[in-house]
């Protein structure tokens, strides 16, 4: 996710130079020199669309999580069933042919178990490729709409530069050139009145990883070869 979001970050830059290229010749000469900067990645972590999209996410990656949990307790009841067979077949109290049926039960069982460790394995890549391009997409999305916000404040103040103060490219830069907090006003701007305010902290927060917070959790094997 951060990969993702610096490589557009990056775009993004490139995308504000390109822009200024196309600026009449008046607007770029009365801005030359000059340069602005934006948090890119806190404008993403505080823009609500973006944030309403990953909470639907991760409520997405928290429903397989559920689905993969029962169907590894299933799996577990399966493997106490097998060693229940496999200790009956060898239990000499039975006659052979109630071994020899406890043992084809249990030859039965452990093919079931190893079909149900290849469904939850399928499953689980599933979803993590699912969940992978939705998140993909809502950080595309996303970063075109905070590059249009960005593009937008840049040529109202004549500017042909924007930087990305999160990115690894900003040593230093005057806090009077940054226009992260007009970016996210205009973004917010048609924010709905009953979604719920986010605090000052939820701008540290880091936005959905599609290897960790959106990722389900890898199965372990159910039964032993």
């Known amino acids: 996710m951060k990969k993702l979001l610096l490589a557009l970050s990056l775009a993004l830059c490139s995308g504000a130079l390109f822009a200024a290229d196309k600026a009449p010749a008046s607007t770029a000469a009365s801005a030359s020199g000059s340069y602005l900067t934006a948090d890119v990645q ?51 109290a039975f006659n052979d042919d109630a071994r020899s049926k406890f043992t084809a039960e249990a030859d039965d069982t452990e093919m079931q178990i190893r079909q149900k460790e290849r469904e939850l394995n399928e499953f689980r890549m599933q979803t993590e490729r699912t969940l992978n391009q939705q998140n993909a997409t809502l950080v595309e999305m996303s970063m075109q709409e905070i590059q249009t916000a960005i593009k937008k404040i840049a040529q109202d103040r004549g500017v042909n530069l924007v930087l990305n103060s999160s990115g690894p490219f900003v040593v230093y830069s005057d806090l009077g050139l940054d226009i992260t907090d007009l970016a996210l006003t205009r973004l917010n701007a048609d924010k709905p009145k009953t979604a719920d305010k986010k605090g000052a ?18 199965s372990s094997k159910t039964a032993s070869n």
């Open 201 to 218: 902290s939820d701008s540290k927060a880091a936005p959905a990883k599609t290897s960790s917070n959106t990722n389900v959790k890898s």
């Open 42 to 92: 806190k404008i993403f972590q505080n823009y609500y669309k973006a944030q309403d999209a990953q909470a639907k996410l991760q409520a997405s990656a928290d429903r397989a999580q559920q689905e993969m949990n029962a169907m590894l307790e299933s799996g577990r009841d399966m493997v106490k069933q097998l060693q229940d067979l496999r200790d009956k077949s060898n239990n000499p």
